[in-house]
C-alpha cells in the first residue's frame, strides 16, 4: 500500500471510531476532543491480525471501525487495511493494542 492510501485508510478508521464514540460514548469522546485529540498508529502482521484485534475491541465494547478496501486500486476488494479503536480510557485500547509497536 502506498503511503498516500496508508494515510488515507487511518483518517478513514480514525474518524469512524470518532463517530461512534461520539454517539455511543460522548463522554470519552468529549475527553478525547479537549485533550489533543491523540492517534496512536500501530502496524499488525496482515489481514487476520487486525480482524482479530477489531473483534476484541468490539467485544470489550470499544468504539471502533474497520476499513475494508473497495479494491478499486492497489488491493483486492474486501482487504482489512485499517482499524481505529477508541477514542476510550487508555488502559481499555491498551489491553487490546499494547503489544503492538509503532508504525
Known sequence: MGKGK????????????????RSRRPEWFEEWKTEGQKKVVLKVQGDAELRQLYRRA???????SLVEDAGLTQ??????????IGPA???????????????
Not at 483486492?76 to 485499517?82: D, F, Q, R, S, V
Not at 480510557?89 to 508504525?103: F, R, S
Open 58 to 64: 468490539r467485544v470489550a465494547k470499544l468504539p471502533s
Open 6 to 21: 496508508l494515510a488515507a485508510q487511518v483518517a478513514h478508521a480514525s474518524l469512524g471510531a470518532a463517530e461512534e464514540a
Open 75 to 84: 488491493l483486492e476488494p474486501g482487504t482489512a487495511t485499517c482499524a481505529g
Open 89 to 103: 480510557p487508555e488502559g481499555e485500547v491498551d489491553a487490546i493494542t499494547g503489544a503492538l509497536k509503532l508504525l
